[in-house]
C-alpha cells in the first residue's frame, strides 16, 4: 500500500468525520484530527475498527480539546530478498574500500594484485563495522518477525580523501509493533557497530608499539617533513583520545591516522555510530528518542538541530570549515523532525530499555567529533 492509497483508504472510512492534518502528510504518518465536541471516542473506535478491516492500522490520541488519530501501513508487502544484488553491492564495496585502504598505504592499487591487497586490512575493519550495525537493526527486526530487507553496501570510490563506501542500508517492509521494537531495532545496530569500533581501535592502539615504530612506519609512506600542498587533520573525540591514552598512543598526530588501517576505521566507526545517534526524526537516535519520550521526541529533534546550526556558525566563522553545511539540508528535507508513531503506543519501555537509552546518549556524546576533518593549508 502506497502513501497516497493509505489516505485514500483511510478517507474512505472517515468520510470527513475527521480532518486530515495538512503538515502531517510531510512526515508520511497522515493523522486525522477533530474537535472533541464534535465527536465521541466511542465513533472513533469504530472507525478504527473499519480501518482495520481494510488493512489499515491506526493510534488514537487525546489532547486538550481535539482527537489525534494516526493511521498507519501495516505492511509494505513480502520481502523479496535479491541475494545477488546484495552479494554483488557487498562486493564491490569490499573492491571500492581495498582500492581506497591501498592508496592510504601509498600503494598503487591498481598496478598489481599485490599492491592491491594491501587494503585489504582497512576494507575487512570497516565492513566488518558496517555489517555489524546494519546485521544488528536486522536481527532486531527478524525478533519482532518484521519483514525486512539485508543490507545494502554503496561502493563508492572518488580520486580524493574518501572512505571508498557510502555505508550500508537495510529496508523494513513492515509497521513498527510497538515503542519496545522499536527501541530494541533502533539501539541494536549502533550498539554493534561501536563495539565492532572498539575492537578495531584497541587492536590497532595495541599495535602501533611505541612512536620511534610508528614514525618510521608513516615516512615509509611519504616524507615527514613535507611543507608542500594542503595538511589534512582528523578531528577527535572525547573517547578517542581517551583510547589514545590508555594504549600510550597520544602521541599519533591526527593527520596521520589514515595511514594505520585498523585505526582509522574504528575511527570512522565512531564517527557513523555518532552520527546515527542523533535524536533527529528517523536516524537510530531519532527511534530511540521517540521511544523514549514519546511525542516529545520532535521538540528534542528540532533543539538538536538548533545546536547543529550554532555548531555551523561556530565553525564556519571560527575555522572557514564547513564540514557539518550539509546535515541541516539533509536533515530538513529528508530525515524530518516528527517520527511516526507505532502500531501500538501503549506500550513502553522497562527501566532496562530507558537506562539503556541513556547509555546510548552517552555513547553520541563521547563518539562524536565537532569537527571531524579540517584542512591545514602549508
Given at each position: 500500500?502506497?502513501?497516497?492509497?493509505?489516505?485514500?483508504?483511510?478517507?474512505?472510512?472517515?468520510?470527513g468525520?475527521?480532518?486530515?492534518?495538512?503538515?502531517?502528510?510531510?512526515?508520511?504518518a497522515?493523522?486525522?484530527?477533530?474537535?472533541?465536541?464534535?465527536?465521541?471516542?466511542?465513533?472513533?473506535?469504530?472507525?478504527?475498527?473499519?480501518?482495520?478491516?481494510?488493512?489499515?492500522?491506526?493510534?488514537?490520541?487525546?489532547?486538550?480539546?481535539?482527537?489525534?488519530?494516526?493511521?498507519?501501513?501495516?505492511s509494505?508487502?513480502?520481502v523479496r530478498?535479491?541475494y545477488?544484488l546484495?552479494?554483488?553491492?557487498?562486493?564491490?564495496?569490499?573492491?571500492?574500500?581495498?582500492?581506497?585502504?591501498?592508496?592510504?598505504?601509498?600503494?598503487?592499487?591498481?598496478?598489481s594484485?599485490?599492491?592491491?591487497?594491501y587494503?585489504?586490512?582497512?576494507?575487512?575493519?570497516?565492513?566488518?563495522?558496517?555489517?555489524?550495525?546494519?546485521?544488528?537493526?536486522?536481527?532486531?527486526?527478524?525478533y519482532?518477525?518484521?519483514?525486512?530487507?539485508?543490507?545494502?553496501?554503496?561502493?563508492?570510490f572518488?580520486?580524493?580523501?574518501?572512505?571508498?563506501?557510502?555505508?550500508?542500508?537495510?529496508?523494513?517492509?513492515?509497521?513498527?509493533?510497538?515503542?519496545?521494537?522499536?527501541f530494541?531495532?533502533?539501539?541494536?545496530?549502533?550498539?554493534?557497530?561501536?563495539?565492532?569500533?572498539?575492537?578495531?581501535?584497541?587492536a590497532g592502539?595495541?599495535?602501533?608499539?611505541?612512536?620511534?615504530?610508528a614514525?618510521?612506519?608513516?615516512?615509509?609512506?611519504?616524507?615527514?617533513d613535507?611543507q608542500?600542498?594542503?595538511?589534512?587533520?582528523?578531528?577527535?573525540?572525547?573517547?578517542?583520545?581517551?583510547?589514545?591514552?590508555?594504549?600510550?598512543?597520544?602521541?599519533?598526530?591526527m593527520?596521520?591516522i589514515?595511514?594505520?588501517?585498523?585505526?582509522?576505521?574504528?575511527w570512522?566507526?565512531?564517527?557513523?555510530?555518532?552520527?546515527?545517534?542523533?535524536?533527529?526524526?528517523?536516524?537510530?537516535?531519532?527511534?530511540?528518542?521517540?521511544a523514549?519520550?514519546?511525542?516529545?521526541?520532535?521538540?528534542?529533534?528540532m533543539?538538536?538541530?538548533?545546536?547543529?546550526?550554532l555548531?555551523?556558525v561556530?565553525?564556519?566563522?571560527s575555522?572557514?570549515?564547513?564540514?557539518?553545511?550539509?546535515?541541516?539540508?539533509?536533515?530538513?528535507?529528508?530525515?524530518?523532525?516528527?517520527?511516526?508513531?507505532?502500531?501500538?503506543?501503549?506500550?513502553?519501555?522497562?527501566?532496562?530499555?530507558?537506562?539503556?537509552?541513556?547509555?546510548?546518549?552517552?555513547?553520541?556524546?563521547?563518539?562524536?567529533?565537532?569537527?571531524?576533518?579540517?584542512?591545514?593549508?602549508?
Amino acid at each position: 500500500m502506497t502513501y497516497k492509497e493509505l489516505i485514500k483508504k483511510s478517507r474512505g472510512v472517515i468520510k470527513g468525520k475527521l480532518r486530515l492534518d495538512f503538515f502531517s502528510r510531510f512526515y508520511k504518518a497522515p493523522v486525522f484530527k477533530q474537535k472533541r465536541s464534535k465527536i465521541s471516542a466511542e465513533e472513533i473506535y469504530e472507525l478504527q475498527k473499519q480501518l482495520l478491516a481494510q488493512s489499515v492500522y491506526s493510534h488514537l490520541e487525546t489532547g486538550r480539546s481535539k482527537y489525534y488519530l494516526k493511521v498507519l501501513r501495516a505492511s509494505e508487502g513480502d520481502v523479496r530478498n535479491r541475494y545477488w544484488l546484495h552479494l554483488l553491492l557487498f562486493l564491490f564495496t569490499v573492491l571500492t574500500t581495498t582500492i581506497t585502504g591501498a592508496i592510504f598505504l601509498g600503494r598503487d592499487a591498481f598496478s598489481s594484485w599485490k599492491e592491491l591487497s594491501y587494503g585489504l586490512p582497512y576494507s575487512f575493519a570497516l565492513m566488518t563495522i558496517l555489517l555489524f550495525h546494519e546485521m544488528g537493526h536486522y536481527i532486531a527486526a527478524r525478533y519482532y518477525k518484521m519483514k525486512v530487507t539485508l543490507p545494502y553496501f554503496i561502493p563508492l570510490f572518488l580520486p580524493a580523501f574518501h572512505p571508498g563506501t557510502m555505508g550500508a542500508f537495510i529496508r523494513m517492509r513492515s509497521s513498527v509493533p510497538n515503542k519496545k521494537a522499536l527501541f530494541d531495532i533502533g539501539i541494536a545496530g549502533p550498539l554493534a557497530g561501536f563495539a565492532a569500533s572498539i575492537f578495531f581501535l584497541s587492536a590497532g592502539f595495541y599495535h602501533l608499539l611505541n612512536m620511534n615504530n610508528a614514525l618510521a612506519y608513516v615516512s615509509a609512506i611519504h616524507p615527514l617533513d613535507n611543507q608542500q600542498g594542503m595538511d589534512l587533520i582528523l578531528g577527535s573525540s572525547i573517547l578517542f583520545d581517551a583510547m589514545g591514552s590508555a594504549f600510550g598512543a597520544h602521541y599519533l598526530p591526527m593527520n596521520e591516522i589514515y595511514h594505520f588501517p585498523f585505526i582509522f576505521a574504528g575511527w570512522l566507526g565512531l564517527l557513523v555510530t555518532s552520527l546515527n545517534l542523533m535524536p533527529i526524526g528517523q536516524l537510530d537516535g531519532g527511534h530511540i528518542t521517540y521511544a523514549m519520550f514519546g511525542d516529545r521526541a520532535s521538540k528534542i529533534a528540532m533543539l538538536s538541530f538548533g545546536l547543529l546550526i550554532l555548531l555551523n556558525v561556530y565553525l564556519i566563522s571560527s575555522f572557514n570549515s564547513y564540514v557539518w553545511v550539509l546535515w541541516p539540508v539533509i536533515i530538513f528535507f529528508f530525515i524530518k523532525f516528527r517520527h511516526p508513531p507505532t502500531m501500538d503506543n501503549s506500550v513502553g519501555l522497562d527501566l532496562k530499555r530507558k537506562i539503556l537509552g541513556w547509555l546510548a546518549y552517552i555513547i553520541f556524546i563521547v563518539s562524536f567529533s565537532p569537527i571531524p576533518v579540517y584542512i591545514n593549508l602549508n
